[in-house]
Nanobody, 126 residues
């Protein structure tokens, strides 16, 4: 069964760092664009970052640009999100997702993504 599993979330003070991982199993996602999204309590799920299938292109939400870095290791079927200078407003459940249909381009649209993980909680204290 194909699945994506996030890890690396936790509680951190403002200004700190966390590194999220998204491990794929059951199939290879090396041809998929991979994205990170987040959902804070009472808010809609929002785009955070995306990387194309070979890692040639990335895109970031303005709110995280310059602080977060997305990367992937196709040999390990794993994607990462390095989060630095964390702020309380970054508190959310973070989800990874795979876009198998158009892996050569970036997309911010949730509906473009075919597979989703269950999420990992990130809490940033002030």
């Amino acid at each position: 069964q194909e699945q994506l599993v996030e890890s690396g979330g936790g509680l951190v003070q403002a200004g700190g760092s966390l590194r999220l991982s998204c491990a794929a199993s059951g199939r290879t996602f090396s041809n998929a664009a991979m994205g990170w999204f987040r959902q804070a309590p009472g808010k809609e799920r929002e785009f955070v970052a995306v990387i194309t299938w070979r890692g040639a292109s990335t895109d970031y939400a303005d709110s995280v640009k310059g602080r977060f870095t997305i990367s992937r290791d196709n040999a390990k079927n794993t994607m990462y999100l390095q989060m630095n200078s964390l702020k309380p407003e970054d508190t959310a459940i973070y989800f990874c997702a795979a876009d198998q249909q158009t892996g050569w381009r970036t997309s911010r649209r949730l509906t473009e993504y075919d597979y989703w993980g269950q999420g990992t909680q990130v809490t940033v204290s002030s």
